[in-house]
């Protein structure tokens, strides 16, 4: 069984695991040949990127596919499926930390990363999709000469203040979590620069018994607080479209239906991310093949909850027995694109059964296979949701199709650039694990 | 003055925080890679309160913000012009609607937290400090990697004498001292 599997591989000592850790960072691996062969194409997307955005500044949203009955069209949809991956990487960081699993420690760091360039790329998505993006600051409530107010009412607005303090803490629990490490680095370093750069970013933490104590404090319940905010930003996403009258949106089991998918491609993005860096950068003594099997066994759990969801989706249908939205789920299971729902199915459902199998969760390339045909399938699921959906509206005058433009896969392409090449950025020069966590567990293990 | 002295184990140091401790020593603190299993004198933090209570405020403050946009009550003549009192009439429910306030009022409250937790944290430990007389000590970077320091600190030329002295006694195989 997995209890077999070790989470740090023996010969591991807090001196040898901080060395090798921060010296990744500080540049002292023999090759980083690697990195710059993903992070020069990160960086082409994300120029494309910025060219996606100049040209919409420049022409609106036309330039996009959007029209009736899509008018949220690929914008929204990347946004949910980008806010998704990112509630995966703080459920294993938050959740997994109060229920004090020793395997959270290596990944936590990697997992939070994604997070935040993740929680980023959802961030812009939705303002560049307003037609006046430069008035998306009329969504912060304050006091104006025109009296105006932002509908508190609105799942838009609550959308709104959930995704903000959603960044502001992973941004604040990502920092605090990192201040020790950096800590270490300022004190590994020989040149100068980094010694001041790493110094300030450190901000002065000396490893002092009074700032552990305040800092175990306030981490822990940090943690408590991300737990249920992930819960509650990918719910209000749910209800951004279950408040609408639409057929097919408007349903109770949007809520649950949306975090169980954010869970599931947020442990297949991890799963993505930590089987390369380990490899390449030589970490597979912290990193283990128990981390990528306990992830596995997570995807699993989670494929199945979403299994339920799609159940329940298809079932509420039939038993609601409304017409319009028979309508809309014949041609979502029927209809010229049907391929969407079922590959959708096969890639979220079918296809991570594999993992029961202990065989396949230590087969690196069946892992990266059903770990990657999560996140695909993921993304298919909202353009389900977000695209699907409306073309079969209650109103059959409304009915319409939807299709992408260039300019709409640009921008999506721009944003995998912005995620890619900021999380490799950062992973390069902050510590790829979580030093100070490590260092405990390695000690409480050598100990006991 | 600074008095440090290195250990080699979490084990040995925190004998010498017991035996410093029962010697009345004053100005005594660790310095350790990870969190040590208890600080000297037993702190508690006290900023999961600071920070339920920002919570709460936050809550509260996004909950009468909600209330006043929709009905501008706890106006004064300015802000009564400025805003207040825009009703949306949604789905025909009350003005006041309390349910749909929940979240933009839950959110608020654990936004307040969070960055109420952070930067009392900074204010509590007094950071950013960048540097410290400690720092002046070569074998203290050791601190944020495997090391174990007791470092006592102490003002007047008598009271750095028995430190001395009590950290020498507390069996500490390495000890610096450093002016500050």
């Known amino acids: ?448 | 003055m600074i008095v440090l002295g290195a250990f080699e184990s979490e084990a040995a140091m925190a004998r010498a925080v017991a035996r410093l401790e029962a010697d009345g020593v004053h100005g005594v603190e660790t310095y350790s890679p990870t969190s040590p299993a208890r600080s000297v004198g037993r702190l508690q933090s006290r900023l999961p309160l600071v920070m339920l209570f920002a919570g709460l405020v936050g809550a509260a403050a996004g909950l009468l913000l909600q209330i006043y946009a929709v009905t501008g009550i706890f106006t004064d003549s300015l802000w009564g012009q400025l805003g207040g009192g825009y009703p949306v009439n949604i789905g025909g429910r009350p003005n006041v609607f309390w349910p749909s306030f929940i979240p933009f009022g839950f959110e608020t409250g654990l936004l307040f937290a969070m960055v109420a937790g952070f930067l009392g944290f900074l204010l509590i430990n007094r950071l950013p400090r960048l540097y410290d007389p400690i720092d002046e000590s070569d074998a203290f970077r050791e601190a944020t990697r495997s090391g174990w320091f007791i470092a006592i600190r102490t003002a007047a030329k008598p009271n750095h004498d028995r430190a001395l002295a009590a950290l020498q006694a507390s069996g500490a195989p390495q000890i610096e001292e450093i002016l500050e």
Not at chain 1, 52 to 67: K, M, P, R
Not at chain 1, 203 to 232: D, K, Q
Not at chain 1, 334 to 361: E, H, K, M
């Open chain 1, 1 to 448: 069984m997995s209890e077999a599997l070790p989470v740090v591989l023996p010969g591991q000592t807090a001196r040898t695991m901080t060395d090798h850790v921060a010296g990744v960072a500080l540049g002292e691996e023999r090759s980083y040949l690697w990195w710059w062969m993903a992070f020069l194409p990160s960086l082409g997307l994300l120029g494309l990127g910025i060219v996606a955005t100049v040209w919409l500044f420049l022409n609106g949203i036309q330039i996009f596919g959007n029209d009736w009955p899509n008018v949220w069209g690929f914008p929204i949809f990347v946004y949910v499926w980008w806010i998704g991956i990112a509630s995966g990487g703080t459920f294993i960081s938050a959740f997994f930390f109060l229920t004090r699993v020793d395997w959270r420690t290596s990944i936590n760091r990697i997992a939070e990363t994604m997070t935040l360039f993740s929680a980023a790329c959802a961030g812009i998505y939705p303002i560049l999709h307003l037609g006046r993006p430069w008035f998306f600051y009329w969504l912060i409530p304050y006091p104006n000469t025109m009296s105006l107010w932002p509908n508190f009412k609105s799942p838009l607005m609550w959308d709104f203040i959930a995704v903000l303090a959603y960044i502001v803490g992973s941004v604040l629990f990502w920092y605090l979590g990192l201040l020790p490490d950096l800590a270490s680095m300022r004190d590994r370093t020989r040149t100068r620069f980094k010694q001041v750069a790493y110094g300030v970013a450190a901000l002065g933490f000396r490893g002092s018994g009074t700032e552990w104590t305040h800092f175990r404090a306030v981490y822990g319940i940090m943690a408590a607080i991300m737990a249920p905010m992930v819960c509650s930003v990918h719910s209000v996403v749910g209800l951004d479209f279950a408040g609408g009258n639409m057929p097919g949106w408007h349903g109770t089991d949007y809520p649950p239906f949306f975090v169980f998918g954010a869970v599931f491609s947020g442990f297949a993005a991890v799963l993505l991310l930590i089987i390369p860096l380990r490899r390449f950068w030589g970490l597979t003594p912290y990193i283990t093949e128990r981390h990528v099997d306990v992830l596995c066994k997570l995807m699993l759990t989670a494929s199945l909850c979403v299994a339920y969801a799609y159940m329940m989706e298809a079932f509420s249908v039939f038993y609601g027995h409304d017409a319009a939205e028979i309508t809309m789920f014949k041609a979502r299971i029927g209809g010229f694109d049907a391929g969407v729902y079922w590959s959708t199915i096969i890639l979220n459902c079918v296809l991570p059964q594999l993992f029961w199998f202990r065989v396949c969760r230590r087969w690196v390339p069946i892992v990266l296979l059903v770990g990657f045909g999560a996140v695909v399938g993921m993304w298919l699921e909202r353009y389900g949701i977000v695209i699907q959906v409306p073309h079969k509206t209650a109103l059959p005058s409304a009915w319409g199709v939807y299709f992408p433009t260039l300019w709409d896969w640009a921008l999506f392409a721009g944003t995998c650039g912005l995620f890619a090449s900021g999380f490799l950025l950062t992973i390069r020069l902050v510590p790829a694990i979580s030093m100070f966590e490590m260092r405990e567990l390695i000690t409480r293990k050598l100990a006991r």
